[in-house]
């Protein structure tokens, strides 16, 4: 049996997230759809992540086992002639069978795309996130800097949380002006089930005035979910960057820091 990691990035907008759901269209389903065609036989693909509904991925991770003995560029084209345009395999790797693509993550880097325009732009839909009104965006940053560090996030993650430890190390949390918005950018050794989504609404609402600044850490302090309010919509959130080596985590949060 041979170990195989790919690498692989997908458009979210058509799928009810990553993981396996009975009957509906998901990206582990249209994956293992292609490795049960291959081995005649069910295989359990494990991903790095399991994005939301509507979320997207640059490089996100999976792997899984097999009997077959093909060189990484077949196994490359295999999947990318079988797999919908919304979804491409970007790189295959032959690993040692004591690595998890998931259990062995050190980090991860999130990307959360705003435009803020009175009118909607039908080129951005699922894409980007609409925000038609004015926004602090020095607020915003000042507020982002402050979920850096190691703190218990159980005021930003959702009630459905099934892990009891929340408690998570942001090693970068950034607001970046751009031509059509911002960008959220947030690097951590591991984040809550919708955690980045409600730290986006959280500092959008202090972008709007309605929130101040210093509230961040006492809504952190809180440990309360319903201190933090609303979720972000999912159309604008990225996984970026999966991390296993530290040298590539730190080069990564030094590169974003110059920003």
């Not at 690498?7 to 049960?36: C, P």
């Not at 949380?161 to 970068?172: G, H, M, P, Q």
């Not at 984040?191 to 961040?216: K, S």
Request: aromatic letters at 10%.
């Amino acid at each position: 049996m041979e170990r195989i990691l790919m690498s692989l990035q997908y458009n979210g907008a058509a799928y009810q997230g990553f993981q396996i759901q009975h009957d509906l269209k998901t990206v582990q389903r249209e994956l293992e759809r292609i490795t049960q065609r291959m081995h005649q036989q069910f295989v359990r693909i494990h991903p790095a992540s399991r994005t939301d509904k509507g979320v997207h991925a640059l490089e996100q991770f999976i792997h899984f086992d097999s009997h077959l003995t093909l060189p990484e560029d077949k196994w490359m084209h295999a999947f990318n002639s079988a797999l919908p345009n919304d979804i491409v395999v970007t790189r295959v790797n032959k690993v040692d069978d004591q690595f998890h693509c998931r259990y062995d993550t050190i980090g991860k880097m999130y990307r959360y795309r705003v435009y803020t325009n009175p009118l909607r732009d039908p080129l951005k839909v699922n894409l980007m996130t609409h925000m038609p009104y004015d926004l602090n965006i020095t607020d915003m940053q000042k507020a982002a800097r402050l979920f850096e560090g190691t703190h218990d996030f159980t005021s930003f993650c959702s009630a459905k949380t099934e892990i009891d430890r929340k408690v998570r190390t942001i090693y970068l949390s950034k607001v970046i002006e751009t031509t059509y918005g911002f960008d959220f950018v947030i690097v951590g050794d591991g984040f809550l089930y919708n955690m980045v989504r409600i730290i986006v609404n959280f500092l959008t609402d202090i972008g709007q005035g309605f929130r101040e600044v210093d509230d961040v850490h006492k809504v952190i302090e809180a440990r309360d979910r319903t201190k933090a309010h609303k979720t972000a919509p999912s159309e604008g959130l990225y996984l970026e960057r999966t991390f296993y080596l530290a040298e590539a985590l730190k080069d990564c949060v030094v590169e974003l820091n110059t920003l």
